[in-house]
């Protein structure tokens, strides 16, 4: 008896952000020819609400509106943080949300790891002396080695794990906070005054709460070392700006390296983007393989979205 094959499985997938069209190739490349997928900007999400099975919003907000227009909503994936969704409506919804933690641990360690190292090595400062020479400018910089010096890491999750080894790796004293203390090998559980003034780098891997909103502030960087380099790969709602602008003009700080802001894009006016001891990137930590894609991070997403239309419990769920 010849055995029926089984109907591919595929959803009405709604992804919102914006992206350029070589990523909507990309993206669409993960996902099988049977899906139904919609790469649309928050603008145009509207018309496609109504039939949609599952929303992946990229850094876009899902509020009671989105719910109250999508009657066909069973999943909301998220990437790793999902302080854009409000989840009392998607409970109210019975909307199951999802998120893909520890996905791109690797990458966002390796990001936080190369700003410390460009900061140290001084990489965009000589970058820039090689390729702008004049007569006048006199090669002057400072700078020092990783070795020694101390690592504190703020939430020993996936990715503050990550770069915890990478900081042994490196021959670094690993110091951490985390809310329930995790224990790791050659890490030492501190409290966060313990942290802010006996680190040479501090490096926020923690979620984006009410609890943890601006927790970096003129109180918490006055802790800190004037040496301190101040790292931010996690959220941008982690830190108060203006307090932070204020501390690196007045060098109350070192130096900081910021891969995210309160508010994304960052303003072509902010203060952050002509500080000399700043560097930026553009909320790229998580996002290694091209511009606004990580293979692994989509593949996950399908994954988990399949799962949810064969009828299975997805993994990750945060209601």
């Given amino acids: 008896m010849q055995t029926k094959s089984k109907e591919p499985s595929n959803m009405n997938v709604l992804i919102i952000g914006h992206f350029p069209d070589t990523t909507k190739q990309l993206i669409h490349s993960v996902f099988s020819n049977d899906w139904q997928l919609h790469i649309v900007t928050p603008d145009q999400a509207q018309p496609y609400l109504a039939t949609a099975e599952a929303i992946i919003p990229e850094h876009v907000p899902v509020d009671q509106t989105v719910f109250d227009r999508a009657p066909q909503l069973k999943i909301i994936q998220t990437g790793a943080g999902y302080d854009n969704v409000d989840l009392a409506a998607a409970v109210d ?15 966002v360690a390796e990001h936080a ?45 996936h990715v503050g ?19 329930h203390p ?12 313990t942290l802010y003034a006996n680190s040479d780098i501090i490096s926020l891997h923690i979620a984006a709460t009410p609890a943890t909103y601006h927790m970096i502030n003129a109180q918490t960087l006055a802790q800190m070392k004037s040496s301190a380099l101040l790292v931010n790969t996690a959220r ?20 900081a390296c910021l891969d ?50 064969d009828g299975e419990e997805p993994l990750n769920i945060i209601n």
């Fill in 236 to 255: 941008g709602a982690l830190i108060d700006e203006p307090a932070l602008v204020s501390a690196l003009q007045s060098h109350t700080i070192a130096g």
């Fill in 113 to 157: 790891l190369a700003l410390i190292l460009s900061w140290y090595k001084n990489i965009p400062y000589l970058d820039h002396y090689m390729k702008h020479p004049t007569t006048t400018d006199k090669l002057a910089y400072t700078g020092g080695e990783l070795h020694g010096k101390t690592l504190g890491v703020i939430g020993l999750g």
């Fill in 93 to 107: 919804h019975h909307v199951t949300v999802c998120n893909a933690a520890g996905v791109n641990a690797n990458a």
């Fill in 260 to 309: 995210v802001f309160e508010h994304e894009p960052l303003a072509l006016d902010s203060p952050l983007r002509k500080l000399p001891n700043v560097i930026l990137t553009p909320h790229t930590a998580g996002l290694p393989d091209g511009v606004k894609f990580h293979e692994q991070r989509y593949v996950f997403f399908r994954d988990n979205l399949k799962r949810v239309a």
């Fill in 161 to 179: 794990q990550q770069l915890a080894t990478f900081g042994q790796a490196l021959g670094m004293h690993v110091i951490a906070f985390n809310r």
């Fill in 182 to 193: 995790r224990q790791l090998a050659g890490v030492q559980n501190v409290d966060l005054s």
